[in-house]
């Protein structure tokens, strides 16, 4: 039969043929500062804060092709990523450099647009986790998280952190908040596995099934829309 053929997604994920810029509708008029280079700040509990720019260049690079299973139930499959292990970060530059304090092990990822994830570190050491800058052979555009972006693959998409510009090692979660209002906050799972269809710590995945779909499309368009509006700004300043 032809179902033979067909991928295999994870439980409640659907193919839906779209790959949208997406998130919270709060961040879709919301965009990077800085574009043109990479620079990651380090810090949380750590013994010396450090800015991770140039140290990026001499890490291994990688490349892989791995999977987007969104919250909201859309999934693209076979993205070629190319970047740095976030294990390669971490055992290269951050443990000899930033030189964590002991138990700090609970991660903050910030976005340049304010976007704000949480993480444990034994999930970002894993095998398959980049700070990806590349995406189907080409720099990542506006939309996909230029200038460097967090791929996650066993995660759900709202843990890929785009447009990375702080990464926090923390013994406790009592820095991190949720990125969009709070009365929200029953949307995330702290963990957020797709594997194992983590996605709220409070609502039942058939609510979540439930509520997500007929938001997709709308939430799109204010992306899309924002992104547009980003993008006749800058040609505007420059041509100013
Ligand atoms: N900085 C930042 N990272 C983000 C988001 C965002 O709005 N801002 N959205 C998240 C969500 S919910 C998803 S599903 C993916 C979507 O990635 P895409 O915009 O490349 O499709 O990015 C994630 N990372
Ligand atoms: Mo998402």
New binding site residues.
């Given amino acids: 039969m032809a179902m033979d053929s067909a991928p295999t997604l994870p439980p409640g994920q659907k193919l839906r043929g779209i790959?949208?810029?997406?998130?919270?509708p709060w961040?879709a008029h919301k965009f990077p500062m800085v574009l043109d280079r990479v620079e990651i700040r380090i810090g949380g509990n750590v013994a010396q804060p450090v800015v991770v720019s140039r140290q990026l260049a001499a890490l291994p690079r990688t490349e892989q092709v791995s999977d987007?299973h969104?919250?909201a139930t859309w999934s693209r499959l076979d993205l070629h990523w190319s970047g740095v292990r976030f294990r390669d970060l971490y055992e290269q530059v951050v443990l000899p450099e930033a030189r964590p304090l002991e138990g700090a092990t609970t991660v903050i990822i910030r976005?340049q647009?304010g976007?704000i994830g949480i993480m444990q570190l034994y999930d970002l050491l894993a095998d398959d986790v980049l700070l990806a800058d590349h995406l189907d052979g080409l720099p990542l555009t506006l939309?996909?998280?230029a200038p460097i972006r967090l791929v996650a693959p066993a995660h759900y998409?709202?843990k890929?952190?785009?447009?990375v510009d702080r990464i926090e090692f923390w013994r406790d979660d009592r820095h991190y908040r949720f990125a969009g209002p709070s009365f929200l906050k029953l949307l995330e799972h702290r963990r957020g596995r797709v594997a194992f269809e983590e996605r709220s710590d409070t609502l039942p995945n058939w609510v979540c099934q439930l509520i997500y779909p007929p938001i997709i499309g709308i939430t799109a368009w204010m992306f899309r829309v924002g992104a547009a509006y980003y993008q006749r700004r800058q040609k505007k300043t420059v041509s100013d």
């Fill in positions: 790959f949208p810029r997406f998130g919270l961040f987007l969104c919250v976005g647009d976007y939309e996909r998280g998409g709202y890929g952190l785009k447009y």
